[in-house]
Structure formats: structure tokens, C-alpha cells
């Protein structure tokens, strides 16, 4: 303490003097006031957990509904199809073949309908090599209806001449005379009526259905190069339907009922030959859901027969996996059919005699299936064996015609000859497609084997031919394609095929013996083009064996190479379209 206290005398002591700094610092505090004015931060170390008592309250909204106003649809005009009166196809192509179809119908009335149709189709080309191949088809039609409350009155007539040649011969110095003669033309009358009286089915209304029908045909034609006698036919057919609906709602649905049938067929000439059938056929069906039964019996009386009373099964059932999509079914039948020259002739048109026949099916099992892929795509297939008494098939006859005292041999006319004891296996597929209206296809498939009975009960009516054992003229395998494309709804084409093969026909030998032969594949193809000039207008053109194919339908019956026809259609005379 002492030398501090001596220090600072001693400072004291000295000369005062003042030292001047010059500089920009300021010693001032900038944020003085700020902090001054900031509250202390008082750390509370004291914590005090509030007790708190949870409640839930349940929120009510409070709504209104209201609905929009549906404003009421606007209805326009009905859109009513265009029906029009008459309708008209002209055409001509080559081989000198003119086409002629032309209809008038009645327009929309809630009384009736009629309508007159007159068709004429012929052809005066020849084929080389063969003697006159020239056709001719007329047809008169005549049609009405007159509709009831509950019922439909129905009734047609009609008439059709038809003159063809048994072409099938080879023309050559020997038989020249024979391309211009009578001795191949052929005249067929057709006269037909149908009556019949049915009720107006409705869906869901539990009543008796019933339908009654009456047919009546007449055949007359001639053989004049051969035997110079017209052949007469008379065939008459009446069946009366009746059934009664039962909806159980949710239990199922019934049908019951039956049918009674008369057939008669009355040859005369060269065709003594009668035929008198009576048939009663009562069923019983029910569909529950997916699943669908018949249950029926077929019984015949064959008044002319050797056998007075047929029986035969009429089941089938069909179960449906996915609705209108996949369907199988399967069944058993059986029954008498009789056939009419007139049948037959349809089906060879060559055939000289040979008359109608009973064909008695013992009886036919069957398997298929029906599915529906899509909308546009849709297929089937079905499996069927049959054992058959009587099945026609046709054989060449083996004449002789004498001129100038030289003997021709010919083999143009056919003849039928029924063969007992015969199984018969068929395959059949069929697949059709299609898109909107602008594209349509089908194809249909079927493959036959057939085995007859090594010693048939009918002997053909003629010394040259020995026992058959070949279903001959009967396609092993055949195959249809139809297809239609419409562009920009103005161009229509058509493409339709035929090809059937494996068609066996005897071969005649010098010692009167036969040489089982097939025909060649008969390959047909067409092609049809129309300009849609307007919904009225169109003008069209066909195209027929466009392959240029020598197809043989029976034993040296060729068919026209590619022929051609082209014309017009044109519907008038529509309706009135529009308000009353």
C-alpha cells in the first residue's frame, strides 16, 4: 500500500499535458435500448400437469335432398324403314342366259299381305363335246295372308316348268343325230299349293299353340326319247301341331304337346307306286335354368308297308354352360321319310325312273355343340351315326338306243336303288362371322363315310348291273365358303366357294361288269361384285367357275366353264313416309 501510495504522488508531481486522437470510432453501444427493453427469460424449473376430463360430442348434420329436375325427353320422329312394292332384277350373261325375277308385294297394313312373284332363268350355251346342254326355269308364285286377332291365315300357290337335257353323252360322227334330237330333252310341270292356319305365338303367355298345315304337289314329266310315257305324281301331306305352354316362374318352364301328320304319295304310269303314312308323334319339354330336357316317341303307321307299325325315340338335352355363349346337346331319334320323285328329282335332275322311296331311319345318335365367342363370332359342331333301311342311291342305267339300225350305247339317265342295312357317319363343322353390316363369312364342313350292307335286298332294274356296294354319287368330304364385304356402303363383294371330293360312280365294263371309280374334286368358286348406285338403285355382276373348271356333277355331266352375268335391281312404288 505504501508504494502505491508513493507512485502515485510521484505521478502527481510531473507537468500536465493533452494528447488529441483523431478517428471515425464511436464507442457507443448499438442495441443498448433494445436490450434494455428485452423481458428476462425466466427459467420456471416448477412443472404443474392440468388434470383434463376428455368428451366426445357427436356432430348431426342437418340435409336437404333435392333432386334435379328431369327434364322430359324430346321424341322425334318414328324412323320407320322405306317399304316398297315392287322389286326387279335383270340380267344376261354368256352361253346366251337371261335372268328375269321380278315380285310385287303389298305394303304395311295390320289386315293382310299378298305378293306375285314370276323367275326366269335359262341357258342356251353347249358344252364342248357333249351334246345340248340348253335349261330353262319359269316360276309363277302367288302368296297372302290374312291376319286375325289371335291367329294368321296363310295360303300359296304356285307353278314351275322346267326344261333340261340329259346332256351327259359325248358327241361324235356316230351319234351326231343325237345333239339334234328330242331323244334328251326333258319337260317337267310343277304345280304346288299350301295352305295353312297357325296362332300367334306370345312369349310368356301360358295357351295352346297350334298350327295346321296342309300341302299339295304335282309332278308330271316326260321321257320321250325312251319310253315316249309322262311320268305322273301326286303327293299330298297334312300335320297338325299343338302344344300348351306352362310357366312355373321360378320352377321352370313346360311344354307338352304333339303332332299328327298324313303323307301320301300316288305315282302313276311308270311310277304305279302308292305310299299312305300316318304319324303321331307326342313330346314333353322342360327348361329349368341351363338345363334342357325333351322326352317324345315318333309312331307311323305305314298303310302300304310291309310292316304296318314304326316306333322310334325322340330325346334330346341340352345344357348350357355360359349362357348364349356355349351349349352342349345331344339326343336320339329315328322316323319314316318318305320321298317323292319330286325330292329326288331335286336332287338329280337326270334321273328316268326309279320312283319315290320310304327311307326308314332305325335310328340316329347325335352329339354337338353351339357356342357364341363374341358378338360377331359364333361356331358349331355336331357328330351324328344313323342306321338306315332303303337309303337311295343313284346309279347310271345301262341302255341302248337303235337309229338306222346302229346300237348306241348311253349312260345319261340315272335310276334309284335303295339299299338296306346302311350306317351312316357324319362330321359336320360350321363358323360364321360377323362385323356390323360390312362383313359377313361363313364356312360349313362335312365329312360322310358311309357302309352299306355287302348284300343289298334290291336288285337295280337292270341285267348289266351286279349287287352294289358303293355309295355311289354321295360326296366323301364337302366344303361351302360364303363371304360378302361392303365398302363405304356403295361396293359389294361376294366370294362364295363349293368343293366337294371323294365321289365314287361305277365304270361300266366290256363284259357288263362295274369298276368302282371317283369323280375328280369339283372346285367351284364365284365372285360377285354390286355398285350401290342408290337404296333403290344397283347394278350388279356375278362371276361364276371363275377357276375355269370342267367340274363333273355325275358321270360325264360337265358343268358351263366360267360364265359371267351382269344387270341391274331396282325396288319402286315405296310407301309414304311421315306424319298423318
Known sequence: MTLLCSLAGGLSAQSQYDVTVNSAFSPTISDAQRKIDKKANIVDTVHIMPKINHSVTPLVYQSDFKPEPINAPKVGKDKIVRLYRNFLKVGFGNYWTPYLDFEVGSLRSTRGA???????HSSWGKIKDYATASFSDTKAEIYGQKFFNKYTLTAKAGYNHLMLHNYGIKIDSTNEFYNNSDYSRRHNHIASAHLDFASNREQNVQKLNQYYGLDYQYFAGNDRGYTGVPITEHT????????????????????????????????????????????????????????FIKAGLKTVFDIKGEKLF????????????????????????????????????????????????????????????QTGISRSLSMGAK???????????????????????????????????PINRTQHFNVHFNLDYTYKNQLKLGLNLDYNYYILNEHPDYLVPNDYLPYLQRAWYKPAFVAQFTGQY??????????DAYVNFGVPYPEFTA???????????????????????????????????FAFQRNFYYFDYPSYRINALAGVKWTFGGEKIGKK
Not at 299378298?114 to 326366269?120: A, C, E
Not at 304333339?258 to 307326342?282: C, Q
Open 511 to 545: 363284259n357288263g361288269g362295274i369298276t368302282p371309280k371317283t369323280l375328280k374334286p369339283f372346285l367351284d368358286f364365284d365372285f360377285g361384285f354390286e355398285y350401290l348406285w342408290s337404296n333403290r338403285f344397283s347394278i350388279f355382276a356375278n362371276i361364276n367357275n
Open 236 to 291: 299330298l301331306s297334312f300335320l297338325t301341331d299343338l302344344n300348351h305352354d306352362i310357366n312355373f316362374k321360378r320352377a321352370g318352364y313346360l311344354n307338352i304337346g304333339g303332332k299328327i301328320g298324313f303323307d301320301m304319295i300316288h305315282g302313276t304310269e311308270v311310277m304305279n307306286w302308292r305310299s299312305y303314312l300316318i304319324s303321331a308323334s307326342p313330346s314333353i319339354s322342360y327348361i329349368y335354368g341351363e338345363y
Open 310 to 369: 314304326h316306333i322310334y325315340p325322340d330325346v334330346e338335352v341340352k345344357l348350357t354352360l355360359v349362357p348364349n355363349i356355349f351349349t352342349l346337346y345331344a339326343g336320339v331319334d329315328g322316323g319314316l321319310i318318305p320321298l317323292s320323285f319330286r325330292e329326288l328329282f331335286k336332287e338329280n335332275p337326270y334321273l328316268g325312273y326309279g320312283g319315290a322311296c320310304i327311307v326308314n331311319e332305325k335310328f340316329k345318335v347325335y352329339l354337338g355343340l
Open 383 to 417: 357328330a351324328s351315326y344313323a342306321m338306315v333301311d332303303n337309303m337311295p342311291f343313284f346309279v347310271n342305267i345301262k341302255e341302248s338306243i337303235f337309229i338306222d339300225t346302229v346300237v348306241l350305247p348311253i349312260l345319261n339317265r340315272f335310276t334309284v336303288a
Open 486 to 495: 361392303l365398302l363405304l356402303k356403295k361396293f359389294l363383294f361376294s366370294l
Open 114 to 120: 299378298f305378293g306375285v312373284r314370276v323367275f326366269h
